[in-house]
C-alpha cells in the first residue's frame, strides 16, 4: 500500500512570486534553454529586479505558453521532513487541497518500485526493512522522473532528502535547492502510536524496524534539519494536535508566499 502522489491544477503562487521570495538563484532552476531565449528576448512586467547573471522572471503570459509547449518553468520546491509518523504525509493531503501542489512522496515511489519489480525492487525492500535509506541516486532519479513529468510547477517533496548525503546529491544532481522546508516536530512515543497504528500493511510499520527508523532518523535527519535552519529555510511546526490545529500553523507559512505575489 502506499500514498498516491497527487497533483492539483489550481494555482495560486505565482512564478513571479516565486523569483521574488528567492533569496539566492539557487533557489531557482531555469531549466530551458528556450525559457533563457524566449525570457530574454521580451519584456517582462515582474517588478523583481534581474542581476546581469539571472534571466529577468517570466511574463504570466510567457509563463502560460510555457504549459502550453509543455516545456519547464521555474520551479517552486518544499521539502517535508519529519520523523516516522510525524503527520507529514497527511498534511501534505491538506496543503495540496488548499494550495495546489503536487505532493511526491519519495517513500512512495520506492515502494512503486518494489510492486513494479524493477531492477531496483528487491534492493528497495531489503532497505525499507532494515529502517536504512536507499541509495541517493536511486531515489533522486525517481524524484527528478515526477519533477519533469509535471505541469505542475510547485512541489512538496515529501520525506526526502532524509541524509546529508540524499540533500547534497539532489543539489547537484537536479541543480537547485528547495524554496523552503517544512519539519514536523513529533515526539518519539507519538509518532510510535502513529505508526503502529498507521494499518496499511507496510513492511517497516513494526516495532522493531521502527526504533531502527527513530535511530536513523536522529542520526541522518536531524544534520539536513539543521543545515537548512541556518540558512533560515525552516519551518518547525508542532506536530502534536489535531490534523487540523496542525494545518493551521503550516498554512500561513503557503498564505504569505501568495500575499507576497
Ligand atoms: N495530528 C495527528 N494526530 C493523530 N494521528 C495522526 C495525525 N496526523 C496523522 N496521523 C495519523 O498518523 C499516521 C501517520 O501519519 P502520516 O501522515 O502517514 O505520517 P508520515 O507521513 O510522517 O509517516 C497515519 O495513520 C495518520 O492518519
Ligand atoms: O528518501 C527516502 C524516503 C524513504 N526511504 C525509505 O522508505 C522508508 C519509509 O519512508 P516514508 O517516508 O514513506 O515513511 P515514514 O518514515 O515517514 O514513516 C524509510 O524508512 C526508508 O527506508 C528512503 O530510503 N529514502
Not at 511526491?104 to 520506492?110: E, M, Y
Not at 536504512?132 to 524524484?143: F, Q
Amino acid at each position: 500500500m502506499w500514498r498516491r502522489a497527487s497533483t492539483s491544477t489550481s494555482s495560486s503562487l505565482s512564478s513571479s512570486f516565486i523569483i521574488k521570495s528567492s533569496s539566492s538563484l539557487l533557489n531557482l532552476f531555469f531549466i530551458s534553454q528556450h525559457h533563457h531565449a524566449s525570457s530574454s528576448s521580451s519584456s517582462s512586467s515582474s517588478s523583481s529586479s534581474s542581476s546581469s547573471s539571472s534571466p529577468p522572471p517570466l511574463t504570466m503570459m510567457q509563463q502560460q505558453q510555457q504549459v502550453n509547449d509543455g516545456i519547464p518553468i521555474s520551479r517552486f520546491i518544499t521539502f517535508v521532513l519529519g520523523g516516522p509518523g510525524s503527520g507529514k504525509g497527511t498534511q501534505c493531503t491538506k496543503i495540496v487541497e488548499t494550495f495546489g501542489f503536487n505532493h511526491i512522496s519519495a517513500g512512495d515511489l520506492l515502494r512503486r518500485e518494489i510492486v513494479s519489480d524493477t531492477k531496483y525492487g528487491s534492493m528497495i525492500l531489503n532497505t525499507i526493512k532494515q529502517g536504512k535509506i536507499v541509495p541517493s541516486e536511486v531515489t533522486v532519479k525517481l524524484i527528478l522522473r515526477e519533477l519533469e513529468s509535471s505541469h505542475n510547477h510547485k512541489f512538496l517533496i515529501d520525506g526526502f532528502p532524509r541524509s546529508e548525503e540524499n540533500r547534497i546529491a539532489f543539489e547537484q544532481i537536479i541543480g537547485a535547492e528547495p524554496n523552503t522546508v517544512l519539519f514536523f516536530d513529533c515526539p518519539e512515543e507519538e509518532m510510535v502510536k502513529r505508526v503502529l497504528s498507521r494499518n496499511q500493511g507496510r513492511v517497516d510499520d513494526n516495532i522493531d524496524t521502527i526504533k531502527k527508523r527513530l535511530k536513523v532518523f536522529e542520526a541522518l535527519n536531524r544534520p539536513v534539519i539543521d543545515h537548512y535552519a541556518k540558512k533560515g529555510k525552516l519551518h518547525k511546526i508542532n506536530a502534536v494536535g489535531t490534523v487540523d490545529e496542525i494545518f493551521e500553523q503550516v498554512r500561513p507559512v503557503f498564505a504569505a508566499f501568495e500575499q507576497l505575489n
